[in-house]
């Protein structure tokens, strides 16, 4: 058993993470932005919280400097930091204040705290992203294999230019920091980062709606609403994850000793929003009038199709390392569909 700090605990990804660690046999508290946050959790793990094995510390904003001093304070100690807290903006209107800084700031900010203030912490997982991996200038770059060498050449320039370059770039940025960090502070922990693409799957967490859906299962939803019905959204990007399998990275990549200091390029495989829109369609008879037609237009892979038109993708490491066995798309739509049901889907 360890004692982990679990970052974001409402989060979609961390609330797997969260049921991963439990069921390890781990001890946790979990950082949330408010008590109400802290009180729905509960919920779904009573025996957990009445038996001491989950416990809760409120951050408020995790962009504020020292923002967890305190929370890296633990009577057992923690020996784990897993962080997947990242800070959350409906109204992007300055990328550098909004975007930028608060995910920067948020993990440097945990590392200072962990050095400072959590001699006993060894281990530091951080949820990072394929948003740090990719070059957007390449396009769809077929006869490339992406792998955990790649880093998104963003510059600070880029990254102002629009909403969804300061997105990338603060991903980018964030997890360049965390390796700064390690190489210039030598602190006595590992540094861990999971690096996801799109990540689908069932929703566990409290979800009052499914407007407040995590972006990548939104396009699962909207195929079955029917917003796909003439025309299909481009893919964009053509890889996904079942976030069951990240929530185990996180845990795997504490876990086992030689994941330390190691990037991991968390990813299944392939699709594109036509196969999605089938796989729902092959599954749940219920949404057969909504989704498109075979002569709809959109939503496949470019010329030359999943072999020629797109880059590969190399996650022998994420295997042979952390372990995994990756979840089948159908079987992780499919799981999605039916968790989104009782919430209006």
């Given at each position: ?48 919280v009445e038996n ?20 890296v304070k633990s ?152 917003k796909w019905k ?116």
């Amino acid at each position: 058993m360890t004692r982990v700090l679990l970052t974001g605990g409402s989060g979609f990804i961390a609330a797997h993470t969260l049921d991963v660690l439990l069921k390890r046999g781990h001890s946790v508290v979990t950082t949330v932005r408010t008590q109400e946050k802290a009180d729905k959790i509960k919920l779904d793990h009573k025996s957990e919280v009445e038996n001491g094995q989950l416990g809760f510390t409120i951050v408020p904003d995790i962009a504020q400097e020292g923002a967890f001093d305190e929370a890296v304070k633990s009577e057992p100690p923690f020996e784990a930091v897993l962080h997947t807290a990242s800070p959350f903006h409906f109204n992007v209107t300055d990328v550098q204040k909004d975007l930028l800084d608060p995910a920067v700031i948020g993990t440097t900010g945990i590392l200072k705290s962990i050095k400072k203030s959590a001699p006993s912490v060894k281990r530091v997982v951080i949820t990072s992203s394929f948003a740090a991996i990719v070059n957007p200038s390449k396009g769809d770059w077929p006869g490339h294999t992406y792998t955990e060498d790649d880093w998104n050449p963003i510059t600070h320039e880029e990254a102002l230019q629009n909403p969804a370059n300061g997105y990338r770039a603060s991903k980018t940025f964030a997890e360049k920091a965390a390796w700064d960090f390690l190489e210039k502070e030598k602190p006595n922990f590992a540094i861990s980062t999971v690096n996801p693409p799109l990540v689908f799957g069932p929703i566990v967490h409290a979800l009052d709606s499914l407007e407040n859906l995590n972006t990548s299962n939104q396009r699962i939803m909207w195929a079955a609403q029917g917003k796909w019905k003439d025309e299909l959204a481009p893919t964009g990007t053509y890889l996904w994850v079942d976030v069951r399998n990240v929530a185990e990275a996180h845990v795997a990549a504490f876990e086992k000793p030689e994941a330390a200091n190691k990037r991991f390029f968390v990813v299944a495989g392939h699709f594109s929003n036509r196969e999605l829109a089938d796989t729902i369609g092959k599954n749940f008879a219920e949404y057969k009038d909504k989704l498109p037609t075979k002569s709809a237009p959109g939503g496949d892979y470019p010329e030359g199709g999943r072999e020629k038109g797109v880059y590969e993708i190399d996650n022998n490491r994420s295997i042979s390392v952390l372990g995994l066995k990756y979840k089948t798309f159908e079987e992780s739509i499919v799981d999605s569909v039916k968790s989104f049901q009782p919430k209006g889907l």
